[in-house]
């Protein structure tokens, strides 16, 4: 598994999160990737899916929300 390096974007508390105990977020991982705490909707989102979209079994639609995104923009590399 890897490590993460680094967020995203802007902490919950820096998008106005009062507790923190449950805010979507972004992170780099030092393989690359990158994880996203948000909200589980695969149920709800499956069958919405574009017909040239798909998922494994163990991947989860995961929904975060806009301003998350839009505040992460600037920390996403270009390559």
């Known amino acids: 598994m890897s490590q993460i390096i680094r ?8 998008r106005g999160s009062a507790g923190g105990g449950n805010c979507p977020d972004i992170f780099e991982l030092a393989d690359g ?3 996203v705490i948000g909200t589980d909707c695969t149920e709800q989102l499956d069958g919405e899916l574009p017909a040239d979209a798909s998922r494994a079994d163990y991947e ?8 998350t995104l839009l505040r992460a923009k600037v920390d996403i590399p270009e390559a």
């Open 7 to 14: 967020r995203i974007g802007a902490s919950p508390a820096a």
């Open 33 to 35: 990737n990158f994880a």
């Open 60 to 67: 989860r639609i995961v929904v975060i929300t806009r301003e």
